[in-house]
């Protein structure tokens, strides 16, 4: 007999990583987790919103989202990061 267990084994039901921020967006969960983060950033002053140069070249950022789930795989929090894409980065 196949467990109800065995067929579910890492799955979420239902629960999942997006892959884009046009995925996350849908979700009040991970729109909350953003603004957490947005939250962070402004708050230790990591960086500075400006207006986009010109005449410079401009790192770009992505969004990663994961679940953290507690020792049963229970979802207990969302957690959205804004990493930049350093590899983008020009000399100059």
Do not use: S
């Not at 196949?2 to 239902?14: D, I, N, R």
């Not at 770009?60 to 795989?73: E, N, P, Q, S, Y």
Request: charge should be negative; hydrophobic fraction near 40%; charged fraction near 35%.
């Amino acid at each position: 007999d196949v467990e109800f267990a065995e067929v579910c084994e890492g799955c979420y039901l239902g629960f999942e990583e997006p892959a884009a921020f046009e995925e996350a967006a849908k979700h009040i969960e991970w729109r909350q987790a953003m603004e957490e983060e947005i939250h962070m950033i402004e708050k230790n002053h990591t960086w500075e919103l400006v207006k986009r140069p010109t005449n410079k070249n401009v790192v770009d950022v992505k969004w990663i989202f994961r679940l953290k789930t507690d020792a049963k795989g229970d979802v207990v929090k969302h957690k959205a990061r804004l990493v930049a894409k350093g590899f983008t980065q020009q000399h100059g």
